[in-house]
């Protein structure tokens, strides 16, 4: 992949960070008008034009997301109606604007937010691209693209999506043919293809409740734990890895080691029955499991990650 193809998102760069982009020739997301100008100064200390797109928060938001991530105010991007002004500034710097990046949201299920979230993205650069320095090469239109992770969730209708995308693509195209347009599907591609696997180190029961404690947990895999944003805690879906086809059932709660009653991987939910050496399967969690989690906490030791 050649380096203009990756990009550098997210708030907060540092400038030693942006002056390693510039020099490889990565396109940085801008997002803040103190960004752009420190880019444009490292930019003419290095001698190297700097490949920039703009993040805009848009007006509109990511209906029925999990993490709304345009609209209103937030951290991310440039607020839509401010556009006009950076890229008046842009046109004056020594810079090789790209485009736009807009990221609505984040875990979605609805085909039809989607679809509209889309729609608004691909109109709302087409009106800002009269503004342009230059023609639009890229246009990120995020992701959002969620995942079932439990009971009651239905999958994403995929073909709704892309049937809706081709029709605002057809029109983008007639309007900015030379723009190509990206999509972010992390957690789509990898979220269910990705399970974690701990081991039961002790069995006990508290007062009718049986609790199964295993060698690893929120230290390793925050988002089940329920710590990652979830409102109202909800079990991910668990297996006994070495007792699938067991018929016998019980009702546990599987803890992890911290000395947290936060450290919970299953909160009161039917498996079969486990004893100690039993082996905890995690599914869904082939995206924001481990990098995403405490993994330094209280020096427990580090889960090992095989690709298969």
């Known amino acids: 992949m050649r380096p203009e193809n990756i990009s550098m998102a997210g708030p907060g760069k540092r400038p030693q960070e942006l002056s390693q982009a510039i020099a490889a020739g990565i396109t940085i997301n801008i997002e803040s008008f103190h960004e752009l100008e420190t880019i444009a100064q490292l930019s003419e ?3 190297v034009q700097a490949h920039i797109t703009v993040r805009i928060n848009p007006a ?15 951290q991310f991007g440039i607020d839509e109606e401010q556009l006009p002004t950076v890229l008046k500034r842009i046109k004056v710097l020594n810079l090789d604007f790209k485009g736009f990046h807009i990221y609505s949201g984040s875990q979605n299920l609805s085909a039809d937010a989607i679809s509209e979230a889309q729609q608004k993205t691909i109109h709302l650069a087409i009106t800002l691209a009269e503004h342009c320095p230059a023609p639009l090469k890229k246009l990120n239109i995020g992701g959002g693209y969620g995942i079932p992770y439990f009971p009651g969730d239905t ?4 073909h709704q999506v892309g049937t809706a995308l081709a029709e605002s693509m ?10 190509d347009v990206i999509i972010e599907l992390g957690r789509y591609l990898v979220g269910e ?15 009718g ?26 079990n991910y879906p668990i297996a006994i890895g070495n007792k699938m086809a067991v018929a016998e059932k019980e009702v546990v709660s599987i803890v992890g080691p911290l000395c947290t009653p936060l450290d919970i991987l299953a909160d009161k939910m039917e498996l079969p ?10 599914y869904q969690s082939g995206a924001y499991g481990y990098t995403a989690s405490p993994i330094q906490f209280l020096s427990q030791p580090r889960c090992v990650e095989i690709l298969v």
């Open 273 to 282: 029955v486990a004893e100690i050496g039993d082996f905890v399967v995690v």
């Open 170 to 179: 057809a029109h983008f195209k007639t309007e900015q043919p030379q723009a």
């Open 193 to 207: 293809a990705g399970i974690y696997v701990c081991q039961i180190i002790d069995k006990k029961v508290s007062r």
């Open 155 to 158: 999958a994403l209708n995929i």
């Open 60 to 74: 509109f938001e990511l209906k029925a997301s999990g993490m709304k991530m345009g609209g209103g105010s937030k």
């Open 45 to 47: 200390k290095t001698g």
């Open 209 to 234: 409740q049986i609790f199964l404690v295993a060698d690893g947990g929120l230290h390793h895999h925050l988002a089940a734990s329920g710590n990652f944003g979830q409102v109202i805690r909800k």
